[in-house]
RNA sequence: GCGCUUGUAGCUCAGUCGGAUAGAGCAUCGGCCUUCUAAGCCGAGGGUCGCAGGUUCGAGUCCUGCCAAGCGCGCCA
């Protein structure tokens, strides 16, 4: 209906442009929408305003004007020029039964759209590294980009979902060490961990898996292992230098084989462990992309050489410089160390030219906003290798601040003290974890209240919504059980006669519901869904105080049995983008 | 210091492309279970939209300055 009037409008502009009321030339962008309150109507539009200047007249007779010249339609039952020279439109409220019909008829289908046209985005989001589980923080990412893709999805696009595994570079050299040095202890050797190592128990736990299956192949005696390493911080040394020289060492110890195989005993256990977390939450992956694999397949060296051909490396200090500043970042940045090695934006660099090569339409990249400094030298790079740094997105999810009621808690990786996806999930479960991130704008700092989403009382706002699904199925159940019919033709030859406020309320809101879906996509919103699900739940409930379902006149009773089957299915299609379970009974 | 982001009710947050009297949940207070699930409903109170200017028919929304908070400014990833 909107775009019905949108088109109608455009059409009165055009006659009034062919009257010469309104000079051919001007740009009309026709724009309608929803009303906040019922005496201004259905829809309204502002366009008599916005053009009033351009037409050199009172925005209330220009508006006059456009109604004159709007052709009629038989939903349109009035128009009203409001306030400063808003048109407001009446539908007949008949008009709004047909979302019932076409909610019934549609059903898991209806809120798709081809908004997208087909075109093909990718979806990069989580993409944590492999050092240790995913903590609560990529929570909220992993929400955040699986409801994003759903919605983009649900809209026409083509979405491919991709993780990509930072599967090379120092922080991996730093998990890999560990790990080996957790197996000396294992097997019995003494030696002291060095403070910049990681900590957690799961590194443990490799460890102990590794040596169960090569026994002591990478055994080697402590003093060898720590002879002549510089001093770690507590002995008054630098915790970097120290571990990098244990990492040389592992190195050297190992061989390059032992130290692959020790290496990957890490990188597999722990990207299992993400894949699985992940796949629990309800998140999935078309592909989990290795960055390691960019340098093993030269990419990352075709990626230099394209930079290079077209002028945009230069040497200085003996390592490569990317010159990203003259492409709108902040100064240039090295892509080749003076130790010879590729930074890790290097491998960024032919990451994105992969994406580019792959012949995506659109690129999103999820990342936690302590990365938007980034941004600007991918965007550089994507323009120097010759794409278009608009195609690329980057939504960024702000970590969320984690409260046990008032306390707040600490957290840090390294340590190992902080609070994993899988324990939130195990304490909340995933329908409250999944509803819980999509409530809020991702780029918006958040308070996690863990209390709170562990507290299985109504303070908790997914039960609100499932409970209306819910109370929606039970009343079914109850209609079986008093042993009435139901006739799905007669409610829909009866759906005039619902009258009440909060019917008319109710089939309103059900008609907006793929506005909604297609706002929520386009705008990389999930939060917006989450509220309208609220507001379609919060009319349920009232509805259901103020009004027997199963009642004696059996047009009445299919009538409203109709209108909240169209409601359950709306939660239920609602609630599957978001990945949130819709129980029958609670 | 520079850059990015944010500042809306006691708390947590919405507010679409600048539109009509700024909303919701929680908390507080007062009501509603003989009736399809009270994880619910009905009602009340609660606001200098950080501050000050500007743009215009109209600003929470756009621009400038200031104040405050978070993040980023590696040959880390």
């Given at each position: 209906m909107k775009k019905r009037l949108e088109y109608l409008l455009q059409s009165a502009i055009d006659t009034l442009k062919a009257q010469g009321d309104l000079?051919?030339?001007?740009?009309?962008?026709?724009?309608?929408?929803?009303?906040?309150?019922?005496?201004?109507?259905?829809?309204?539009?502002?366009?008599?305003?916005?053009?009033?200047?351009?037409?050199?007249?009172?925005?209330?007779?220009?508006?006059?004007?456009?109604?004159?010249?709007?052709?009629?339609?038989?939903?349109?039952?009035?128009?009203?020029?409001?306030?400063?020279?808003?048109?407001?439109?009446?539908?007949?409220?008949?008009?709004?039964?047909?979302?019932?019909?076409?909610?019934?008829?549609?059903?898991?289908?209806?809120?798709?759209?081809?908004?997208?046209?087909?075109?093909?985005?990718?979806?990069?989001?989580?993409?944590?590294n492999p050092t240790g589980p995913l903590h609560v923080g990529h929570g909220r990412g992993?929400?955040?980009?699986?409801?994003?893709?759903?919605?983009?999805?649900?809209?026409?696009?083509k979405v491919h979902r991709e993780y990509y595994v930072n599967d090379a570079g120092r922080q991996m050299d730093i998990l890999a060490a560990s790990v080996w040095l957790r197996y000396l202890e294992e097997c019995g050797e003494v030696l002291p961990f060095p403070s910049n190592g990681y900590r957690g128990e799961y590194v443990r736990d490799i460890a102990q898996a590794l040596l169960k299956q090569a026994c002591s192949d990478y055994l080697h005696p402590a003093a060898k292992v720590m002879e002549g390493l510089p001093p770690?911080?507590?002995?008054?040394?630098?915790?970097?230098?120290?571990?990098?020289?244990?990492?040389?060492?592992?190195?050297?110890?190992?061989?390059?084989?032992?130290?692959?195989?020790?290496?990957?005993?890490?990188?597999?256990?722990?990207?299992?462990?993400?894949?699985?977390?992940?796949?629990?939450?309800?998140?999935?992956?078309?592909?989990?992309?290795?960055?390691?694999?960019?340098?093993?397949?030269?990419?990352?060296?075709?990626?230099?050489?394209?930079?290079?051909?077209?002028?945009?490396?230069?040497?200085?200090?003996?390592?490569?410089?990317?010159?990203?500043?003259?492409?709108?970042d902040e100064k240039d940045r090295v892509v080749v160390r003076e130790n010879g090695q590729t930074t890790y934006f290097a491998s960024d660099i032919a990451y994105h030219m992969d994406k580019l090569d792959r012949g995506f339409d659109q690129l999103i990249n999820i990342w936690g906003a302590d990365h938007h400094g980034y941004i600007p030298r991918v965007k550089a790079a994507i323009a120097a290798l010759g794409g278009d740094p608009s195609k690329l997105d980057v939504l960024l999810v702000q970590f969320a601040v984690l409260f046990r009621g008032e306390e707040k808690v600490q957290m840090s990786t390294r340590s190992g003290e902080f609070v994993t996806l899988r324990q939130l999930r195990n304490e909340v479960g995933k329908d409250a974890a999944r509803f819980f991130y999509a409530l809020r704008k991702s780029d918006q700092h958040m308070d996690f209240d863990l209390r709170l989403a562990t507290s299985k009382t109504n303070e908790n706002p997914v039960y609100y919504v499932q409970y209306a699904h819910a109370r929606i199925c039970s009343v079914f159940r109850q209609l079986d059980e008093k042993g009435l019919p139901r006739d799905v033709v007669r409610g829909l030859n009866h759906l005039e006669r619902l009258v009440e406020a909060h019917e008319?309320?109710?089939?309103?809101?059900?008609?907006?519901?793929?506005?909604?879906?297609?706002?929520?996509?386009?705008?990389?919103?999930?939060?917006?869904?989450?509220?309208?699900?609220?507001?379609?739940?919060?009319?349920?409930?009232?509805?259901?105080?103020?009004?027997?379902?199963?009642?004696?006149?059996?047009?009445?009773?299919?009538?409203?049995?109709?209108?909240?089957?169209?409601?359950?299915?709306?939660?239920?299609?609602?609630?599957?983008?978001?990945?949130?379970?819709?129980?029958?009974?609670?």
């Open positions: 000079a051919a030339d001007v740009k009309v962008d026709v724009m309608v929408e929803r009303t906040h309150e019922v005496r201004h109507g259905d829809y309204a539009t502002n366009l008599a305003m916005t053009l009033a200047k351009a037409a050199r007249a009172n925005p209330r007779q220009l508006a006059e004007k456009i109604i004159g010249a709007l052709p009629g339609h038989p939903a349109l039952v009035k128009t009203e020029i409001a306030g400063p020279g808003f048109i407001n439109f009446f539908i007949d409220p008949k008009a709004q039964f047909r979302s019932v019909r076409q909610i019934l008829e549609d059903g898991r289908e209806f809120g798709l759209s081809e908004a997208g046209a087909g075109r093909s985005v990718m979806v990069e989001y989580v993409s944590a992993a929400a955040y980009g699986s409801a994003v893709a759903n919605l983009l999805a649900a809209v026409g696009f770690d911080e507590p002995q008054g040394g630098d915790k970097e230098i120290h571990i990098d020289a244990v990492v040389a060492r592992a190195k050297g110890l190992l061989g390059p084989e032992g130290y692959r195989c020790v290496f990957d005993a890490g990188l597999h256990s722990i990207l299992d462990d993400i894949r699985k977390d992940l796949g629990e939450f309800g998140v999935e992956y078309q592909e989990w992309f290795s960055e390691r694999s960019l340098a093993e397949s030269k990419a990352v060296e075709r990626a230099l050489d394209t930079l290079r051909a077209s002028g945009h490396l230069y040497e200085k200090d003996g390592a490569v410089w990317f010159a990203s500043s003259q492409l709108g008319t309320a109710l089939l309103t809101t059900l008609s907006r519901y793929p506005e909604v879906v297609e706002s929520s996509a386009l705008q990389h919103a999930p939060h917006h869904l989450v509220h309208y699900l609220r507001e379609l739940a919060a009319e349920l409930h009232a509805y259901y105080n103020a009004h027997q379902f199963l009642v004696e006149d059996a047009g009445l009773r299919d009538a409203r049995l109709n209108l909240i089957a169209a409601v359950r299915q709306v939660l239920l299609n609602g609630l599957r983008l978001l990945d949130v379970s819709a129980p029958e009974s609670m």
